[in-house]
């Protein structure tokens, strides 16, 4: 979770942190978002990124989705770009 301005969970991480880590985003510093602290989880980050690939991997790659994609693909060029994005998720 990104939180976002002016939500209340924003305000609150910002009065915590001292940090406006979204300002500095839109301000082009994408690297804040790495420090951004976890929010109402008691899991690690590294254990959150294994989760969220784990969950892209099982919902990408079911054969359905799969199949109603390739059937609106309009190039060869559109083929590769899909097979490297499915195997980006890792």
């Known amino acids: ?11 609150e991480l910002v009065a915590k942190t001292g940090t ?3 300002r500095e985003y839109t301000l082009g510093n994408a ?12 899991f690690d980050p590294a254990t959150l990124d294994l ?3 784990k969950f892209f991997r099982k919902y990408y790659y079911r054969p359905g989705y799969i199949l109603k994609r390739l059937k609106k693909v309009g ?4 083929i590769k770009g899909l097979a490297r994005a ?4 890792r």
């Open 20 to 22: 406006d880590y979204w």
């Open 1 to 11: 979770m990104v939180p976002q301005p002016p939500s209340p969970v924003y305000r």
């Open 75 to 78: 190039s060869f060029k559109e």
């Open 86 to 89: 499915a195997l980006s998720i």
């Open 31 to 42: 690297e804040i978002l790495k420090e951004l602290p976890g929010i109402g989880s008691s």
């Open 51 to 53: 989760m969220q690939r």
